[in-house]
């Protein structure tokens, strides 16, 4: 593909449905690094296939193939080297979603986290429904329908608490984490994460990467990523965002962004009006 050409990713929102954003790629062969992020993701796969990596993983997906993943589930889906796929993913906003179900439920309390029996869906009758949610929302009317739609569809698929194969944060790593979550990266080290939590830091590095799939580091640049697509759908400038989540600068922020979403912090950001 040419850097120069059209991105075969777009990202689609509306003000209507700010608990939403999707995201439709075409005909691509980018791959993406292992990931995670804050929101629910409900896909499904238009054309080709890949290979689906999660914690009980990996699962072969294909046209038809809806895929459903938790917030801060670790996962990439990579299609066959040199092959093209499409597909369209909705992220969800989480405590939006928590609230809508409960009310499904008929819930006085939201809960804290849900999951899904399966993260990979092949099903006729699932998919019609996945690709009814997945459209661009044109208009208020459109995303009303689907506030109504998508949390009565989900509230069959999922079940209160968290993923059954991702491992609860050990009190061990709670310090790192902590220690991530609340800085962008800036003043940092491998070294300090590790002595904050009693370890050595080769000792930290295996530890950490055996409970959350990711290196330290490629943790800390995933917090720091998830903070650029939160300030950049605002609407926040990129300079701004390179500098508040701790890159070193705009191009910093550009070649990592690319690097992990297939696509620049510009064709992710909405466009002025």
């Known amino acids: 593909m040419s850097s120069t050409g059209p991105s075969p990713h777009r990202i689609h929102r509306h003000p209507a449905a700010p608990w939403a954003a999707l995201r439709v790629s075409v005909g691509t062969r980018d791959c993406y690094r292992p990931h995670s992020h804050p929101e629910y993701s409900v896909g499904i796969v238009d054309e080709g296939?890949?290979?689906f990596h999660h914690p009980s993983g990996p699962q072969p997906v294909q046209a038809g193939s809806v895929v459903l993943i938790?917030?801060?589930v670790v996962?990439?889906?990579n299609p066959a080297a040199g092959q093209p796929w499409s597909y369209r993913m909705l992220f969800v906003d989480a405590t939006w979603l928590h609230a809508e179900v409960a009310g499904?439920?008929?819930?006085?309390q939201a809960p804290q986290g849900l999951h899904f029996a399966s993260r990979a869906v092949d099903d006729p009758a699932v998919s019609a429904v996945v690709d009814r949610l997945c459209q661009p929302i044109t208009h208020a009317a459109a995303a009303?329908?689907?506030a109504?739609?998508?949390p009565r569809w989900l509230a069959g698929c999922v079940v209160a608490g968290p993923p059954q194969d991702a491992a609860p944060v050990p009190d061990e790593l709670q310090p790192a984490i902590a220690a991530m979550q609340q800085d962008t990266g800036q003043r940092l080290t491998v070294q300090a994460l590790a002595q904050a939590c009693g370890m050595s830091a080769p000792r930290f590095i295996r530890r950490f990467q055996a409970v959350f799939g990711l290196t330290p580091g490629s943790y800390l640049q995933n917090q720091r990523l998830n903070g650029a697509r939160r300030l950049l759908a605002q609407g926040s400038a990129l300079a701004d965002t390179a500098q508040a989540m701790g890159f070193a600068d705009q191009a910093h922020l550009q070649?990592?962004?690319?690097a992990h979403h297939a696509m620049t912090p510009g064709d992710y950001r909405p466009p002025r009006r």
Do not use: I, M, N, Y
Not at 104 to 108: E, P, S, Y
Not at 255 to 258: A, E, P, T, W
């Open 144 to 146: 009303q329908a689907l």
């Open 148 to 150: 109504e739609a998508l």
């Open 255 to 258: 070649r990592s962004f690319k």
């Open 70 to 72: 938790e917030p801060q």
């Open 49 to 51: 296939g890949a290979t």
């Open 104 to 108: 499904v439920w008929g819930l006085a």
């Open 75 to 77: 996962h990439a889906c």
